[in-house]
């Protein structure tokens, strides 16, 4: 089996230390969609939170109800700015002594470093568990047949800004369920099942597995087809969480004051965010060398937004998630580069 890693591809990417692609980008990219793959995510950097006051501890930091979390039982979380951007992305996996908490490569010491300035006499330990715990995700719509007796991911449909945030249902948010297996935990989540598995353990965990593997080339491009933000990627220094729409399944608009509520429940009020996230159609980049994140989106000459993540996708060809204004009509004729852009509405 050929295996290029990330590295061998782009030495400066943050998701270096996991395969990018098995020799056929495509046909892996079909099977995440139709089947199921195993998607090494390894890369991802884990925080561990044991301690007796872990739930409500993290309940008062982050945006999302966590109270009365229990052992097998996930969840996603955000900490935002005192002004309500988004800092720190994270998935909770509880089970039953310690949270962990998984982010994107790079961000694990940020919100290590927040957490450790917070716990003043709270009963919790929080630590970085990186090199104790690997993520795998099993991608695709037979995800589930692997371990039938997780239940599909409970993301409640938000209500929209004629109700009262009081009137939200506890169960309006992002729900996960976890279950152990031999080897780790199992976590039910929108593109499939994510395995936390201890790191040494890996290995044998994927062969026992016996799936098909699939590199993270397919996973982005399925991932960006889903309309499905990553920190870092789809987020900068400004964003808040409905512009990325992170607000649907990381925030709870139903409990007590945390650090950026006041903005969650102006936009949640008011509607209608500065920006918001859109799926791009790219004309005429070359498949090779897609927009780099970052690069402008531009209507007549002057910017409107940034791509996120570029990919070239198996059916729909050279596709980006990019955040632009919320006046950018969806018919508006685009440009990223030498390239026109056009708006999957």
Not at 62 to 76: D, F
Request: hydrophobic share 40%; charged share 25%.
């Amino acid at each position: 089996m050929t295996v290029i890693m990330v590295e061998d591809l782009d030495p400066s990417s943050a998701d270096a230390g996991v395969p990018a692609h098995f020799g056929d980008p495509m046909k892996e990219q079909r099977l995440l969609e139709t089947a199921v793959g195993l998607v090494d995510r390894s890369n991802r950097e884990v925080l561990a939170v044991p301690g007796d006051e872990r739930a409500s501890w993290l309940h008062t930091l982050t945006t999302q109800h966590l109270s009365a979390i229990s052992a097998n039982q996930g969840s996603e979380l955000l900490v935002l700015s005192p002004h309500g951007h988004v800092e720190h992305h994270a998935f909770v996996t509880e089970d039953g002594t310690t949270a962990w908490l998984d982010t994107e490569p790079g961000a694990g010491a940020g919100l290590l470093k927040y957490l450790e300035m917070m716990r003043f006499f709270t009963r919790v330990e929080p630590r970085d568990a990186t090199s104790e715990i690997a993520v795998l995700s099993l991608i695709g719509p037979a995800a589930a047949d692997l371990f039938p007796e997780l239940a599909a991911p409970r993301i409640g449909a938000v209500p929209g800004p004629k109700f009262a945030a009081g009137s939200v249902p506890p169960e309006a948010t992002a729900r996960y369920d976890v279950r152990p297996f031999e080897g780790g935990l199992a976590r039910r989540v929108p593109l499939g099942v994510d395995l936390l598995v201890p790191r040494h353990a890996k290995t044998s965990v994927i062969e026992k597995l016996g799936v098909p593997r699939a590199g993270l080339w397919a996973y982005e491009a399925i991932r960006v087809a889903a309309r499905t933000p990553r920190l870092g990627h789809e987020t900068d220094h400004k964003t808040i969480p409905a512009e990325a729409e992170f607000q649907a399944t990381a925030v709870h608009l139903d409990k007590g004051c945390y650090r950026g509520q006041e903005t969650i429940a102006r936009v949640h009020h008011l509607g209608r965010p500065p920006r918001r996230l859109v799926l791009l159609h790219l004309d005429g980049v070359a498949t090779d060398h897609p927009p780099a994140h970052g690069t402008p989106v531009e209507l007549d000459g002057r910017a409107v937004g940034f791509v996120g993540t570029a990919v070239r996708h198996h059916e729909l060809g050279m596709v980006a998630l990019a955040v632009v204004k919320r006046n950018v009509a969806d018919d508006a004729r685009l440009t990223v580069g030498e390239s026109a852009a056009a708006i999957d509405s």
